[in-house]
């Protein structure tokens, strides 16, 4: 009886400490996963601290002049960002008139109307081609892209459209034009694979209710599946937008480096990215650096502005997609491949397709469904 | 009503058919241009290329082993920053995190993601260049690493939660302790989908150039140590490209023939990962 007594305590005993051993081993798996993820809060913070401490010399001389007035002089310390700021903005925007009709236009065919095993062969491929690094699409648009432009796209620009300002001056090759076509090529891989998986996330019931009321099928896609699909498609402009913006290599190599604001596509300019890229290691003194930094500065927000608008607009679709109750999709791929493309945007598809998220996303999505009612 | 029908399809057609020339245009494009660079890569290319030094502007010849070997150097150093950082960031995200924290890690991981390279590059130069007066491999891979976390860290977490919470349940249920679940249960089960997101985030960043322009820089030697500048592909055909050299542009397309293969080939091996590990669920 006393010897039960005496061991009595010591497998609880023993079983507490074990207890105990386990929950601090959890409590330190925690702080080490907690400390590792605060660590890109912390390094997203320093950034943002960074350039503005870096460019408090540029930003104490020329305060908000530096965004409006027009003239960029190294020597007389003279720093503007409006040619750069104009320079990105109109590249970026002819990308995007040049890639939007196209792409989307692709996006259609490849959801709608191609047979799924040419769409899934070409959907791979164009994703694949979303990898390729820009310095390589700007050692093809310096050697394959501006000759053509100097020697026949521009000619030809100038002789039939001549007229208008956007046309005139010495055909360089180098330019807005060429940049603007070269980002273009580059953000057809984004603006199609998005816009793809916006269209593909429709309901086939709405197609097929269409269809059944008579429409052609260009008037249920454009009518009926466009629509719904809104969202995700601007989703996607806006990605391929803040990629164009923010894009260097490409547009360093093939825009003539001429900081000047001209109306015609045809001259040389500069954009934010490139003239950082080509200035900021021959920088010289205190205001020159922080001039680039600042100009890194004001590309930062401007990029951050764009993502969160595609961001928001990707999500909005998203929850409007699980809001009509689309029957939870529980089998895998069906030979589609899933998009990788995806993980490396670093962003949710657009709706729970893929091996990534089956039965979890579709779980929460009903556990979410099942909230909502409840609280109503 | 059959005049305004006959519109109908004559516009369906038109439409559709504008459709199909859209993607030719746009997937042919694509195609030619890199078409062009792997024949024009392919002529350029040859032993040289791998083994030997460049060479000062005039001279034939010469190749980008030092290029070779800093590109390679450049990415071990920020995948061994980036993979456990985004490994780890990712486990957090995924079973521990909370409401408030983990939607905080996610936006700035997001807004990371976005923060275009060059910007990358000055943040880089500020923190690590300057307090260590000079370029080096360091600061290089670090910027590049910067790139990869968001990848990793959001790649870990999309896969840890689409392991089913059975699984979890089953191994708590037999009294593993959480940690010991997540290490040895949850993250096994994720293991093909995180190894491909860590391949696509290597691959995107041994493409990189403006975050090492003012990092790494440039070398036309050997880097004795990581201290120095190093030379990497991506900043070789950057630099050879806009010189005026003939020869300059051979060895270009050479390096960009080379690097387009690693970084397709990096692509498709992540690709077959994840297509056979969705066979293999589906059993």
């Known amino acids: 009886m006393a010897s039960s007594a005496a061991v009595a305590p010591s497998p609880t005993g023993r079983a507490r400490s074990f207890l105990d051993r386990l929950q601090s081993g959890d409590r330190a798996a925690h702080l080490i996963t907690l400390a590792f993820a605060l660590s890109v809060v912390l390094i997203t913070a320093m950034l943002v601290c960074e350039l503005w401490i870096h460019s408090a ?63 899934d062969g070409c959907t791979f491929l164009i994703e694949l081609l979303a990898a390729v690094p820009s310095v390589i699409f700007g050692l093809l648009a310096i050697f394959t892209l501006v000759p053509l432009l100097r020697d026949y796209g521009e000619p030809f620009l100038k002789s039939t459209l001549g007229f208008l300002p956007f046309f005139q001056g010495d055909a360089y090759g180098v330019g807005y034009l060429a940049a603007g076509l070269i980002l273009a090529i580059m953000i057809f891989p984004f603006i199609i694979s998005i816009s793809r998986e916006s269209l593909r996330a429709v309901p086939r019931e709405q197609r097929e209710a269409a269809l059944a009321l008579g429409a052609t099928e260009w008037e249920a896609t454009w009518q009926v599946v466009m629509p719904h699909a809104r969202l995700g498609i601007l989703g996607s402009i806006f990605l391929g937008l803040a990629r164009a913006l923010g894009e260097t290599m490409a547009v360093t190599m093939v825009i003539g480096n001429d900081p000047g604001i001209h109306a015609s596509l045809l001259a040389p300019g500069y954009t934010i990215a490139a003239v950082i890229a080509n200035e900021f290691t021959e920088a010289t003194g205190n205001v020159y650096p922080a001039a680039l930094v600042e100009l890194g500065l004001v590309l930062f927000l401007l990029t951050m502005l764009i993502n969160a608008l595609a961001q928001l607009m990707i999500t909005l679709t998203t929850e409007r997609t699980h809001r009509v109750g689309r029957a939870p999709r529980l089998t895998l791929g069906s030979g589609s491949l899933p998009a990788p493309l995806s993980v490396e945007l670093g962003q949710p598809l657009p709706h729970g397709r893929g091996s990534e998220r089956n039965a979890r996303g579709s779980e929460w999505a009903l556990r979410r469904a099942a909230g909502r009612e409840s609280r109503q | 009503m059959t005049h305004r029908n006959r519109r109908r399809n004559l516009v369906n057609r038109i439409m559709l058919a504008l459709t ?3 993607t030719a245009v746009t997937v042919s494009t694509l195609f030619l241009i890199l078409g062009y660079l792997v024949w024009n890569g392919w002529r350029s290319l040859d032993w040289n290329f791998f083994t030997k030094l460049p060479l000062p502007p005039g001279e034939t010849g010469g190749g980008m082993a030092n290029a070779i070997a800093g590109s390679a150097v450049l990415v071990a150093i920020a995948s061994a920053i980036g993979i456990p950082t985004g490994f780890l960031g990712g486990i957090y995200l995924a079973e521990f995190g909370g409401k408030t924290l983990g939607f905080l890690v996610r936006y700035t991981a997001d807004l990371l993601n976005g923060v275009p390279s060059i910007v990358i590059g000055i943040f880089v130069w500020t923190v690590v260049v300057v307090p260590m007066h000079g370029f080096s491999a360091w600061a290089g891979g670090f910027a590049l690493s910067l790139m990869m976390i968001p990848i990793g860290l959001r790649a870990t977490e999309q896969f840890l939660r689409a392991i089913p919470n059975s699984l979890r349940e089953a191994a708590l249920a037999l009294g593993a302790s959480k940690a010991r679940t997540i290490f040895t249960v949850v993250a096994p089960a994720a293991r093909q989908g995180i190894m491909t997101g860590m391949i696509l985030g290597v691959a995107r960043i041994a493409g990189e150039t403006a975050p090492l322009l003012f990092t790494s820089l440039n070398n036309q030697f050997w880097a004795s140590s990581p201290n120095q500048p190093t030379a990497s592909l991506p900043v070789m055909i950057f630099t050879h490209a806009i010189s005026p050299y003939e020869d300059w542009h051979r060895q270009a397309w050479a390096a960009g023939l080379v690097l387009l293969g690693m970084v397709l080939a990096a692509n498709v091996a992540a690709r077959l990962v994840i297509s056979r590990g969705a066979a293999a669920q589906r059993g």
Do not use: M
Not at chain 1, 60 to 79: C, D, M, Q, Y
Not at chain 1, 82 to 102: H, Q, R
């Open chain 1, 57 to 119: 010399d540029s930003r104490a001389k020329s305060g908000f002049g530096f965004i409006v007035s027009r003239s960029w002089n190294p020597v007389t310390e003279e720093f503007v960002a409006l040619p750069f700021i104009y320079g990105t903005l109109l590249t970026s925007v002819l990308a995007l008139t040049i890639a939007v009709p196209l792409g989307v236009g692709a996006a259609i065919f490849l959801s709608e109307l191609a047979p799924p095993k040419i769409a």
């Open chain 2, 20 to 22: 199909g020339v859209c």
